[in-house]
């Protein structure tokens, strides 16, 4: 670091995507994918389950029936853009699987957002986070 050069400090919003946010092996997919919640939303199919973690984690599962290559790896992106822009609306401790189905395929990026603010809110709606009681003033 060069001298009189502030140090590197977080932003007050992460939005990182790191690994304690995903599903990473294939037990974890098929847990959620056997037992969880279905979710229907346009080009999307959430699969929930409640996990014991402090957070929500999310995994993609994008077929080969959706499209080559290219295609399969832009919807990645894109999920993975709007999960972690939109992470902090999601309820925790959830372990979802988003299957894209192959209507996203033509899918503009707007209708993929739609879809997946739809299952944001059904998730919201579903798994209500626990309210916190109002603080009673001090005497």
Known sequence: ???????RVPQATDERFPKAFRLLQRREF????EGGQKIPSD???ALVQRNSRAHSRVGLTVS???????????LRRVLRELFRKHRG????????????????KEASFAQVSRAFDGVTR??????????????????
């Open 64 to 74: 080969s029936k959706v499209g080559n290559a290219v295609v399969r790896a832009r």
């Open 43 to 45: 080009c999307l199919l």
């Open 89 to 104: 609306q999601w309820p925790p401790g959830l372990d979802v699987v988003l299957v894209v189905r192959s209507s996203a």
């Open 30 to 33: 098929l847990e959620v994918q």
């Open 1 to 7: 670091m060069a001298e009189g050069a502030a140090p």
């Open 122 to 139: 059904k998730l919201q709606r579903l798994f209500p986070a626990p309210r916190v009681p109002p603080k009673e003033p001090a005497p």
